[in-house]
């Protein structure tokens, strides 16, 4: 699948927004702040989110949800930000509402892209602007995208994947691959990346399975099944997600073969870097989601009061959407490969805290051999 990134390198740039942090851990709506002067430009702001779903991975409630609530509360806009928990129905529904009620801008994280692709444009016959936040719809035509650069996300999971099997010895043989859901053009991305790094390093493939909609008690079963099928001759497992890496782990954890061949995973989930830290996953990706929510909510703003050309200077990347061939206007931002030697990143980022993650006795001298505190 064909994916061009520009201007990646001048995202950092563009990201010195002053979008200050205030509100509650979990808002669902904010109105117009600030008191009396409220002009009337920002008292007719108002934007609807729609996150997927609370299992494909945690960052949607923990994250995403707190991050973009508290740049709308700053900024003084009002929000409206809802879960459609993986039902597609249920998100055409939420759009509906939010239309209805006024909502002048929609960022979207979508579950497929043909259930998306209607929701913009019925959002596009009515005027108003839709983002496409972490996920691309393919053919939906969205007026801009704000993601991380998803195959460079992959590339972080293959390298690390690659490193950790050549530390082990092991310098070629059949990597198993657990894919993310195939609605979601990310996995797509994501594969596209690690294997690319897998087989330029000599390794074959030996197996190559997707997961419908992320979901780890699936991803559990088909790993068993590959497992069962290969004999367990893997020499790697490229897992997208620490979702799916979880489910690999507790795969080789019940085969004996947690030692001998390594898995990986994405999101610096707390139990992705526990893995991480005791050995048991050798890599995730962290991806600083207030970083990619405050992107989104500054073009969100920019959108809802008006300024086209404001949230146009803040995309300095395209992608190309590969149903179209047309080049849609991004925010791209560049995520970091994690290993035990640096889950203190995460936490010195503020992403996490110690106390979420060295959680027994294992743990907290893996912590502390690491230098994770605070």
Do not use: H
Not at 145 to 169: E, P, R, W
Not at 198 to 217: F, H
């Amino acid at each position: 699948m064909k994916f061009r990134a520009l201007g990646a390198v001048a995202v950092a740039a563009t990201l010195a927004f002053t979008v200050a942090a205030c509100g509650d851990d979990e808002p669902t709506t904010s109105g117009g702040g600030g008191g009396g002067e409220a002009t009337q430009e920002a008292t007719k702001a108002k934007v609807g989110v729609i996150l997927p779903d609370a299992a494909s991975s945690a960052r949607w409630e923990t994250a995403d949800r707190k991050y973009l609530g508290e740049a709308f509360e700053a900024a003084g806009v009002e929000s409206d930000i809802q879960n459609a928990n993986g039902d597609k129905a249920k998100f055409a529904t939420i759009a509906d509402q939010m239309l209805n009620a006024g909502a002048n801008v929609l960022l979207i994280v979508n579950l497929d892209s043909p259930s998306a692709a209607a929701v913009i444009n019925k959002a596009k016959q009515q005027g108003v602007p839709v983002i496409d936040y972490d996920r691309l719809t393919l053919g939906g035509g969205a007026s801009y995208y704000v993601s991380f650069d998803n195959v460079a996300v992959g590339t972080a999971i293959g390298s690390g994947l690659v490193k950790c099997m050549q530390d082990g010895g092991k310098t070629s043989g059949p990597v198993a691959l657990l894919n993310g859901s195939p609605t979601d053009n990310n996995a797509t991305l994501f594969k596209q990346g690690y294997e690319k790094e897998i087989t330029g390093a000599g390794y074959s493939i030996a197996d190559d399975q997707s997961v419908p909609d992320w979901d780890n008690t699936k991803a559990g079963t088909i790993f068993e099944q590959m497992f069962t099928k290969a004999k367990g001759d893997f020499v790697g497992v490229a897992a997208a997600n620490d979702g799916l890496g979880g489910a690999v782990a507790a795969v080789l954890k019940r085969e004996g073969a947690s030692e001998d061949i390594p898995t990986t995973g994405q999101d610096a989930t707390d139990e992705g870097l526990q893995r991480v830290l005791l050995g048991t996953q050798c890599v995730t990706v962290y991806k600083a989601i207030k970083k990619e929510a405050d992107a989104a909510a500054q073009l969100a703003i920019s959108l809802a009061k008006g300024d086209t050309a404001g949230a146009d200077k803040l995309s300095t990347g395209q992608v190309e959407d590969t149903e179209t061939g047309e080049q849609v206007k991004s925010v791209l931002l560049e995520p970091q490969q994690i290993t035990k030697e640096n889950v203190k990143d995460v936490v010195a980022d503020g992403f996490t805290t110690a106390d979420k993650i060295c959680t027994n006795e294992a743990l907290q001298k893996a912590c502390e051999e690491n230098g994770v505190s605070g």
